[in-house]
Structures are given as C-alpha cells and as structure tokens.
C-alpha cells in the first residue's frame, strides 16, 4: 500500500505542468576559447532588476536560463578570477542562442601595486576550497604532494595518507577527471609541482546527487588538481635509476619511469617503477581482507572488499606499473580508463605489548611476537564513459575489474602473563593463498525538462565478489604448565561468494524561484554466502566444530521527500526525510540448520546548510543519519581458533546499526593571505557492534564442543549502546613576510567513547587524542626551500570502571627539511627528524634520529637531468613505534625498518609543452615582482586556468 500511495504522488508531481516560459541558452569561454564552467549567467527585464533569473554553466561552458517573457533584458556573467561583463540582449523567441560570451582575466597594471603584495593563497568558491599554487614555492622537480603539503588545512602523513579539513581524501582527481581511479597516493605522486594551478578541495557527491543539486549523504572528500593551460598540451614526466647496498652490503636499488602525453582533453599517463626501499606511490586494494595485520590476528579474514590501504609497515619490494586515459570522443561522449597492476613483497617483524584495563586482571599483559612474509598481486581495470546526447539528456556507464592473489607465510610466539608469571603460551605457524575478485557495473540516467529544476534520474548497479582462501595452520600450545601442551594441526578452505544490486529514482520540481522539492525511492538488495571447513591435517577429517556453511541477505528500500531553498545572497538550505525498511535474513546450513529473521522501520533525516558569510567567509553545516548491516564474519556462528589464546567467534543474532553524525565547517580566507578553517563533528552509533569478551578462569567448553582452556579469552560482537565519537580542528596559516615564508598552525582533537563487555561487566574506554601542529614552509623560490615542523600527538585512554590500568602516552615528531639548488647546478638536500615517545610499555619508549641526506648535480639542459648520492639514516636510530588503544586494551606495536642504506641514483625530468611561450610569458611576468615585500604578485591574480571543476549544485 505505501509503494502504490508513494508512485501515486511522484506521478503526480510527474504530471504538472510547467508555467510558460521561454529558454535562453549560450555559452562561456576565456579568451583562449576554453570552456569556463561553473560561471554565473543572470538575466533581468532592462526596467525591473528585481527580477533576474539565473543558472551555472555546465562542465561544456553551455547554459540555459529561463525567461518570464520576450523582450529587452540584461544579461550578466561572472566568474572567478576573471572581469565580469554585461550586456543588453533582446530576447525574441524561445530557444533563442546568445552565442559565445567571452570573459577576460583580472589584471593589475604594474603602477598599481602597493607596497606590500601578496598572492592569494586561497578562496571559497561555493561549496569549494580554492589554494593558489603559485602561492606556495617548491624546490624544482618536487610532485604535486610536496606542494599540497605546504597548504593550511592539509596534511599527509609519512604513508602517503592524506587528509583535508579533519577527513582522510579518498579520490584525487586531474582537471575534473578521475585519475587511476582517483588513488590519491598515485595521482600525486605522479604529477609534477610545476604543472599545478590550483588545488581544490570539496566534497564530491555522487553523480545524482550533483546533478539534482540534493546530497544523497555518499559524499567523499576529494582533491582535485587543476592544471596550467600552458602545460595542457605537450609531453612531461621524470625517469629515476639508483643503485646502491645497506651496511649488511646487500644491494639495493629502485627504478621508476612516469610519462604523460597531453594534447587538450586526449591524456594518456605510462607509469612503471620497481624497488626494494619502501617506495610505494600507490594504495593497494585489499580484496580479501588480508593485508591488515601481522600474526594471527587477522588470519582468517574471508571478508569483502578490504579497500584501499596506504603503504604498509616492515620492508617491501614493489613491481607496479599501469596506464590512464582520458578523452572526448566526439562533441558528445567522453571516457576516462585505466589500468594498473602491482606486485609488493612484505617481510614484517612486529613486537606487540598488549595491557588490559579490567580491574580483575590486573598485572594481566599479553606479548606477541610476529613474523609475516606475505606476497601481493592487484589487477584494477576502471572506465567511465559519459554519453550526452543533448542538453537534456545524459549517460554514464562505469564499470570496474579488480582482481586479487595474496600469498602469506606468517609465524606468531604468543605469552600470557599474570603479574610477571607465566600464565599461558602459543606458538603459531600458517601458510594461506587467497584468491579474490570484485567486479561492478553501474549506469544512471538523467534527464532535464524545459522547466529550469524540473528533473529525473535513474541508476542501476549490480556487482559480485569472491573470496577462496587456502591455508595450512599449526599451534602448540600450553595453559598453567608446559605439561598441557596442545597441539593443533589444520587445513583450511574458506569459500566466500556475494553480489549485490540497486537502484534509485529520483525526480526533483520547482516550488518558487528558490525552493525546489525531490521525490525519491531507492532500493539496494546484498547477498554474502560463506563456506568454510576446517580439516584435520594428518586425516583430512572435517572438523564440524570449526566448520560453517551460512548465507545473509540485506535488503532495504527507502522512499524519500526533500526540500532545497536557494537564494543570490549565498545560502543553500537542503531537508530531506527518508522512510526505510530493512530486512536481515540469515540462514545457517550447516553444521546445524538454523536461520534468523529481523525487520526494522527508520526514519533517517539529514539537513543541509551551506551560507557564504561574505566573499571571503562561509559556513557549512550537516546532519545526517544512516544505517549498516553486520558482516557476514560478525553473523556467521563459528569459532576461530587460529590463535588459542585468543578465541574469537560470531553471532547471528546482531542488529543493524544507525549512525548519526552532525558537522559544522567555518572557512575565512582574506586576500591578504591568511587561511582559517574551523571544524567541529560529533556522532554516535546506536547498536552499536562492539565486542563481549570472557577470560576462562577454568577450562571451559565453547558451542560446538570447542574447549576454551584456563588463561585464554573468548571475544564475539554484540550490540552495545553508549558509542559517541567527537572532533574538532582548527587551522590557521598566514604568510611570514621577512622570512619569505607560510606558517601553518593546527590544533586537532579528537573523542571516542568505547562501550564493551568484559567478564560480563559492562565497561566504558573514553580515548582522548590532542593533535597540535606547525609547520613554517619557506616561499623563497624554486631553488631554496625549507620546512621546519612541529608535531605532538597527546593520547589519554580512560577507563570509567577500572582507572588503574588507564594508559597516557606523548609522541613528539619534529622535522627540518632543507633543500638547496646551488651554484653551476649542484645540490643540497638533508631531512633530520626527531621521534620522542613516553608513557608506553617497558622497551618502547625509545627517542631516535633519522637523518636522511644527498648531495648532487644538474646536468643537460634546463637541468633537467640530476646525478645524486643519497644516504638513508646516516645515524643508524631508525625504529618505528606506536599505540593502540582498543575497548578493553590498548597496545604497543613496534615494527621492523630499513636498514641504513647508500645510493646513487640518475633522475631526468621529461618537459616538452608546446605551450612552453605561454609559460614563458607568465614568468617573464612574474618576475616583476621579484624583489618585492613577499616576493609575489598582488591578491586578485589567481583567476582559474580553465580546469574541470565538480559540477556546481
């Protein structure tokens, strides 16, 4: 009955009809006959200002503006960075083309320029924050990531993780397109500095959502780089080859080779590289769910789709190599594909100190010794192709192959103390092969009627995913005495198959001249069949106890109302209120039948409000709810013994969980060069899946006649209540003018309230984390650059029952970076970094230096060749240490480094732009200014280099 009512009115909202109007279209160029999208088009009557319309230009420059009635009007258009222009137009028919409006850059004369100029280092356009590149220097040849990190509110950690305004950046695209699938650690890697205008940071949207202008709440945080015109045609890229030995003389070496072939739209991209120094510029995609730990702790991972994860720890010898292209078929379709491939070899030693804060185990500390050789193979093929038609109609198709082959050997020496006695030990050895797929397809529609806002769009998507482990696994193990030794002997077969598909409708209708209304339905349907068996090893018997054959089915649908109200004075409020129903089914098939069955009915709002305070300040603020389904290793009823001192297991019996999150986001950035962000989030998760977990104090039997000896634990999820998560980040950078300089300053906190059940008590962990920062980056010239930095990362974990295990712990990070380009092409470079860490367990509170250090010469011409010996940890201190802090623990890791090594490497810079005058001429320009307070060009020059920006809402 409700589907019938909810088609009854969106056929209804379908039917009305529009009021007469009349179409007005054209398009926007720079003076180089570029597109400029996302240029503001108004159009008033000549005597009734009052009553102007308007609209955005879409990614093709074109727009459409609907007119009350014919006759004489004034049309204005507006970008950034560039001279606004208006003009008399008489409209005098519908359909009527304006043709092609031509916009100008800003420019200052130079008798103009005042005493103390200064590039802009940023600007808020809508809903996106703008840097300037030519406002932050970097040493000739650096990548595009050296560049980002100098900006304020970015920050990129030493595994190539990146984050922007507190969120982690999940997709990095080149001039509105994605780029190897958007991989961020690849992208800007890959790109050069020098080839960069602007980097712009927002969060993306999904396709639909775009298009209709309402947030469907799947927004990710997003880089997107925007390239000089000058250098958007031509060929550009860097070959480097070194070789060398560590002070164990084993030999090390690394080799990598990028080149992009530019020629307007047409980019092709040819990368390869090879090494054994821990060079890895690109994410892996964790199929299977393997590559998330040393030891034990993960061994049976089974799960679907690990995602993408940054450079790991121990030491890794890579292969890799792949393309990207992207291009405009025609005047109506375009396309962007790619392919990538990676080989990486993982040797990690890893030494874990585990502290329990139950009051009842007081003294209670588990060690763990890990030794993982783990071999990883990725194929990731992606397309998308946009099909347009005309400008009321739009496709795109995208679908992407991705495939997965993990090799691991892996040992692990577990011991269990009571008060510095002995209480129970482990030694663990396993070898598995893991073979995982995932593919995916997905096509929208969408469609424009004559009336301006009225739309509609569809999208269909359907994916499958498989996940077969093989694996061999041992323990001896003893519990009180060496007497009780027990040892186990297994072969291991895990099948784990699903798929998934959905769809949504969504039609949108205007309700005045600035509120719209949406109508949309959405359904998803995912399916996870797992099959796992364990085998007695000498036998081949099957072990029912350790076995299990299960399959889940989620299914919801949601119908869903939404308002926007849209003003010319910058604000965009956005309501919307989904109804969802959701249906979890699971079914086990063996050992014992069995089968589960939950129904729940939500109602899951989510508010919107962007607000452009002035031209240099806006605020934007988010309420949303969602909900997520257990996975199918958390609902399967089956014990996992690979490690016996830590028995884990399932419940068929867990919920959904709802998450509710608000966040707030206050960007000022004044032309006079200063950058501040202010963000504020909280969230919490109702049933929510945490973790029960028992410590035998007898032997005891788990379900399936498994037994649980005396000493080990015996962890399962359940659902919790209590789970509050909080944030905030405030940054602030600003030029240093007598140092030629940026300083940016930030200050990160960070709260999560952690509920968990142990022994059957209910406990809560509150784990604080103050993360203060600065970092001084010097704007001196591409010859000279330096960085001096601070950082701390102040981590209090509590625990409201049991306060004496309560763990503080202080690390401390400071780096000088100093590079130099000196006389007749020689160069200096010297990175000397400081780690101090107290407050961890007995051993790991070790200070260290690294210092890493090169000296070179340019050759050829421009310099475009360098012949360089590098040193790496000339002190011999390196270590890598950290803290974790769990429900019920918290632990520290120390992981294995590289050794100190010598090198010699030979690095050339591709550059060939056939735009190379053009350039020219903008640093002919530019030089004008040097020698100058700042040393740069007043605000009001960074107008936009006709890049592809996200399209406007």
Not at 354 to 373: L, M, Q
Not at 386 to 401: C, G
Not at 629 to 639: G, H
Request: hydrophobic share 35%.
């Amino acid at each position: 009955m409700k589907k019938h009512l909810f088609f009854a009115v969106f056929c209804m909202f379908a039917g009305i009809s529009a009021a007469q109007t009349f179409s007005v279209k054209g398009h926007v160029n720079d003076t180089r006959h570029r597109s400029l999208p996302g240029a503001t088009v108004y159009l008033w009557p000549a005597n009734h200002s009052d009553q102007r319309v308007g609209n955005v230009t879409a990614n093709d420059g074109s727009f459409t503006v609907n007119v009350p009635y014919l006759g004489p009007y004034v049309m204005q258009v507006s970008y950034v960075g560039f001279n606004t222009t208006t003009q008399n137009v008489k409209i005098t028919q519908n359909g009527q083309d304006v043709g092609i409006i031509i916009l100008h850059e800003k420019t200052v004369a130079l008798n103009e320029v005042v005493a103390v100029g200064r590039e802009t280092r940023a600007i808020q356009v809508s809903d996106t924050l703008k840097y300037n590149a030519d406002a932050f220097k970097t040493l000739q040849g650096s990548d595009a990531e050296t560049l980002i990190s100098k900006m304020p509110g970015i920050v990129v950690d030493n595994s190539g993780t990146i984050q922007a305004q507190g969120e982690t950046v999940q997709q990095v695209l080149v001039d509105g397109k994605p780029f190897f699938n958007g991989d961020p650690t690849l992208a800007l890697k890959n790109l050069p500095a020098e080839i960069v205008k602007n980097i712009e940071v927002f969060d993306k949207k999904s396709d639909q959502a775009e298009f209709t202008g309402f947030d469907d709440g799947n927004s990710i945080k997003t880089i997107n780089v925007v390239t000089r015109r000058g250098m958007q045609t031509g060929i550009f890229g860097k070959i480097i080859d070194g070789a060398g030995e560590d002070h164990s003389h084993d030999i090390d070496y690394q080799s990598s080779a990028s080149v992009n072939v530019f020629n307007g739209n047409r980019r092709i991209t040819l990368l390869g590289m090879s090494n054994n120094i821990n060079q890895q510029n690109f994410s892996d995609e964790d199929l299977g769910g393997v590559m998330g730990g040393g030891g034990f702790r993960g061994f049976r991972g089974g799960s679907f789709g690990g995602g993408m994860i940054g450079s790991q720890g121990g030491l890794t010898r890579t292969n890799a190599g792949g393309f990207n292209y992207s291009d405009n078929w025609g005047k109506k379709m375009t396309i962007t594909t790619g392919y990538f491939f990676n080989m990486t070899n993982n040797l990690q030693d890893q030494s874990v100190a585990r502290t329990y804060f139950d009051a009842a185990d007081v003294g209670r500390i588990y060690n763990e010794e890990d030794h993982t050789d783990a071999t990883n193979y990725n194929h990731r093929f992606n397309m998308r192709l946009d099909y347009r038609p005309d400008e009321s109609n739009w496709f795109t198709f995208t679908p992407s192959l991705l495939f997965q082959r993990n090799i691991n050997s892996s040992t692990t020496f577990g011991q269990t103390f009571l008060n510095g006695v002995l209480n129970n030990q482990t030694s663990n050895k396993s070898n598995n092969v893991t073979d995982a797929s995932n593919i995916s397809l997905s096509l929208l529609y969408r469609h424009r009627f004559s009336k301006p806002g009225r739309t509609i769009s569809a999208y269909v998507n359907y994916g499958s995913n498989t996940n077969h482990q093989d694996g061999y696994y041992e323990a001896h193990s003893f519990f009180n005495t060496q007497a009780d030794t027990t040892n186990t002997y297994q072969t291991l077969l895990n099948n784990s198959n699903g798929y998934n598909w959905g769809s949504s409708l969504i039609y949108t209708e205007p309700m005045s001249k600035h509120g719209m209304i949406q109508l949309s339905y959405r359904i998803n349907y995912n399916r996870r069949d797992i099959d796992q068996r364990a085998y007695q090893y000498f036998t081949q018997q099957l072990d029912t106890s350790l076995s299990n054959v299960y399959n889940s089915d989620y299914l919801t649908q949601s119908g869903g109302l939404g308002y926007r109200y849209r003003n010319i004075n910058g604000l965009m409020l956005m309501a919307n209120l989904n109804l969802q129903h959701a249906t979890l089914m699971g079914d086990e098939t063996f050992p014992l039948p069995q089968n589960t069955h939950f129904s729940y009915t939500s109602l899951l709002p989510m508010v919107m409000l962007n607000y452009k305070v002035s031209s240099i300040s806006s605020i934007h603020f988010m309420l949303r709810s969602s909900t997520s389904a257990p996975s199918v290793q958390q609902l399967e009823n089956v014990i996992n013994n690979t490690n016996p001192l830590m028995v884990t297991g399932g419940n068929p019996n867990l919920s959904q969980q709802t998450s509710n999150r608000a966040l707030f986001r206050y960007t000022l950035t004044p032309k006079t060069g200063q950058t501040f962000i202010l963000m504020l989030s909280a969230g919490n998760t109702m049933n929510y899946i945490g973790n029960s977990t028992f410590i035998a104090q007898r032997d005891s039997v788990l379900p399936g006649g498994i037994v649980l000896n005396k000493g080990a634990q015996y962890s399962y999820p359940v659902n919790l209540s209590g789970n509050w998560n909080a944030s905030s980040l405030v940054t602030f950078g600003f030029p240093v003018d007598f140092l030629k300089s940026n300083l940016n300053l930030s200050t990160m906190f960070t709260y999560n309230r952690l509920p968990a059940i142990y022994n059957g008590v209910s406990e809560i962990t509150k784990n604080y984390v103050i993360t203060p920062k600065a970092i001084l980056g010097s704007n001196i010239s591409d010859k000279v650059d330096f960085t001096l930095s601070y950082g701390a990362s102040f981590n209090m974990a509590r625990n409201q029952m049991f306060s004496n295990q309560n763990s503080t712990y202080l690390n401390q990070i400071a780096q000088f970076k100093f590079d130099w380009i000196l006389w007749e092409g020689f160069t200096l470079e010297n990175v000397l970094t400081y780690q101090g860490n107290s407050g961890m367990s007995h051993g790991y509170n070790q200070n260290y230096f690294l210092w890493n250090a090169a000296v070179g010469k340019k050759i050829f011409k421009n310099q475009r060749g360098e012949i360089k010996l590098q040193a790496y940890d000339l002190l011999h201190q390196n270590k890598s240490l950290s803290q974790n802090v769990y429900d019920t623990y918290y632990e520290d890791v120390s992981t294995n480094v590289m050794k100190p090594y010598m090198m010699l490497t030979f690095t050339y810079d591709l550059r060939n732009f056939k735009g190379a005058q053009y350039q020219k001429e903008q640093q002919d320009r530019k030089r004008h200014w040097e020698g100058m307070p700042g040393g740069h060009p007043p605000g009001g020059m960074m107008g936009p280099e006709g890049g592809y920006p996200h399209p406007p809402m």
